[in-house]
C-alpha cells in the first residue's frame, strides 16, 4: 500500500502552471508536515516547499513568488501550485511527509518545463 499518492505532473511550456497534488494515506498518524522536494539530473534532492499542519510555510528562494504550497488537513492532502515555469524547474518532484513514525516519501512525478 503506497504511503504517499502524488498527481499532477506532466509537460509544460515556459511560462506555463501546473498543480501537484499528494495524498497521504489514513494510516499516516499524526503529520507534523507536508511538502514537496525536487531532484533534476545530475544533482541533489532539494526542498521545494513545506507546509506545517499549523499552516506555516517554507519555500525555497528559487521558488518564491511562483509557487504556492498549500493543504487541506481534513484529507491528509498537499498541494503545489506552480506558476511562471521555467526550464530550471525541470525535474521529479517527491512527496514528503513527517509524521511520528518517521519521514514518508512519495514515487515521484516528472515535471518538464519545455518549448
Do not use: H
Amino acid at each position: 500500500q503506497e504511503q504517499l499518492v502524488e498527481s499532477g505532473g506532466g509537460l509544460v511550456q515556459p511560462g506555463g502552471s501546473l498543480r501537484l497534488s499528494c495524498a497521504a494515506s489514513t494510516a499516516i498518524f499524526r503529520i507534523y508536515a507536508m511538502g514537496w522536494y525536487r531532484q533534476a539530473p545530475g544533482k541533489q534532492r532539494e526542498l521545494v516547499a513545506t507546509i506545517t499542519r499549523g499552516g506555516n510555510t517554507k519555500y525555497a528562494d528559487s521558488v518564491k513568488g511562483r509557487f504556492t504550497i498549500s493543504a487541506d488537513n481534513a484529507k491528509n492532502t498537499v498541494y503545489l501550485q506552480m506558476n511562471s515555469l521555467k526550464s530550471e524547474d525541470t525535474a521529479v518532484y517527491y512527496c514528503n511527509c513527517n509524521a511520528p513514525g518517521g519521514d514518508y516519501w512519495g514515487q515521484g512525478t516528472q515535471v518538464t518545463v519545455s518549448s
